[in-house]
């Protein structure tokens, strides 16, 4: 047994984080004598329909790959995508044949989670956005979950292992648990609690809703904190929200007449993309949890399209080694590797390892992901019919 269910390191470095047919299959080649060198690909679509996708997990597939006697090219992280490749594996098939459902599950998981990201990234360009579905998810998938949502462009996270995990600071003030356990009628109490004794970094930011109307806790905050306050939240559940974009607007009307017109109004609690572009406009930013820690994975497969040098594939997919494309005109296009691609088209595979050694690590820095994201999403129009 294992801790908390938690399939470890030394089982996916091993291989043994495998579907069971694939222990068959090596026992089958190798009494066969047989293990052919193909070419391998990572494929969602095979032709481009007009639903692009955000690429994300290329950092843990790398380190799955790494020191195998293969060649890769990818896709960088962050890069949009619709139908053809994301990535291409070349070598014997059984030197990385068992390690696809690791494999799929790294590109799967964390790509679907930076999609929904890239939803709500898009639907308030202009606003801070926070991840906090980390409570969502098995513990032991919550640096996927904010890794992923940084590659989307995301301003911060708040699960502090994570941030542990990818070298990130996590972002946070209080719970509706702080302000209860001081009890109903003493909220100022809390507020100032929190303000005196938490670092100075931390934004004094108070929880408003936990017991009573949403303006009437804001004014009890602002008229405790006075210019220590930097910010309200409200996290009110949707059973007691009504007008919700119009509770907004009164809270920031109050601030303004009180003179705290700086003082920023955040907003959480079951939020999707239709939420965000609705308060966009009146919040200054947003904690968004289960939308994007709940998304579905990408339904990526590895196929075989090439064996000994010969095109091969099964019924319903594309043989032969491919090439994807980005034109200017915001465009997806996929086409043959040995073939010349559209005359504005950007080669979006790249090579990544050659004989299992890293030879391109541009793909890995969040930063420049997100950037690219954002970037992209522009390009190709990404939420525009929103």
């Known amino acids: 047994m294992s801790e908390f269910d938690i399939v470890g390191a030394d089982a996916i470095r091993e291989g043994r984080a495998t579907d069971a047919y694939f222990d068959r299959t ?5 009494a066969a004598g ?20 955000l690429f994300a997990g290329l950092e843990n597939a790398v380190e799955l790959l790494s020191g195998l ?22 070598g014997r098939y059984l030197e990385f044949g068992r390690f696809e459902t690791s494999l799929l599950g790294f590109l799967s998981h964390a790509s679907g989670i930076a999609t929904a990201a890239l939803d709500c990234r898009v639907a308030a360009p202009e606003s801070a956005v926070l991840s906090f579905g980390a409570r969502h998810v098995h513990p032991a998938m919550t640096a996927t979950v904010e890794r992923s949502a940084l590659v989307a462009g995301f301003d911060g996270f708040s699960h502090v292992a994570a941030g542990d995990v990818i070298g990130r600071e996590a972002s946070g003030t209080m719970p509706h648990a702080l302000v209860i356990c001081f009890g109903n009628g003493n909220q100022e109490i ?3 609690a929190f303000a005196d004794e938490v670092d100075d970094d931390v934004p004094r930011i108070a929880l408003c809703d936990t017991y009573s109307d949403e303006k009437a806790e804001v004014i009890r905050a ?35 007449a009180r003179g705290h017109e700086d003082v920023d109004v955040y907003v959480s609690g079951g939020l999707d993309p239709a939420d965000l572009r609705r308060l966009r406009d009146v919040a200054d930013g947003f904690g968004v949890g289960g939308y994007v820690s709940n998304a579905d994975p990408v339904d990526f497969a590895l196929d075989i399209v090439s064996v000994g ?24 296009h996929v ?16 090579p990544l390892l050659r004989d299992g050694e890293l030879v391109n690590d541009r793909s890995f820095d969040l930063d420049v992901a997100a950037d690219r994201a954002l970037a992209d999403a522009d390009r190709v129009g990404y939420g525009s019919e929103e």
């Open 26 to 30: 090596e026992q089958v080649l190798a």
């Open 34 to 53: 047989r293990n052919p060198r193909v070419v391998a690909e990572v494929t969602a679509d095979q032709f481009p329909d007009g639903d692009f996708e």
């Open 69 to 90: 006697d293969v060649d890769v090219d990818a896709i960088p992280e962050g890069r949009l995508f619709d139908g053809g490749p994301v990535m291409r594996i070349e």
């Open 190 to 192: 809390a507020w100032r």
């Open 222 to 256: 602002a008229r405790e904190l006075g210019d220590d306050l930097d910010g309200v939240r409200l996290d009110t559940t949707g059973s007691r929200r009504g007008d919700f974009r119009h509770i907004v607007r009164e809270i920031q009307w109050e601030l303004d």
């Open 309 to 332: 040098g010969e095109p091969a594939a099964k019924r319903g997919k594309l043989s032969g080694r491919k090439q994807v494309y980005r034109t200017a005109d915001g465009g997806h």
């Open 335 to 350: 086409g043959r590797a040995d073939r010349e691609g559209p005359a504005d088209g950007e080669p979006l595979l790249e």
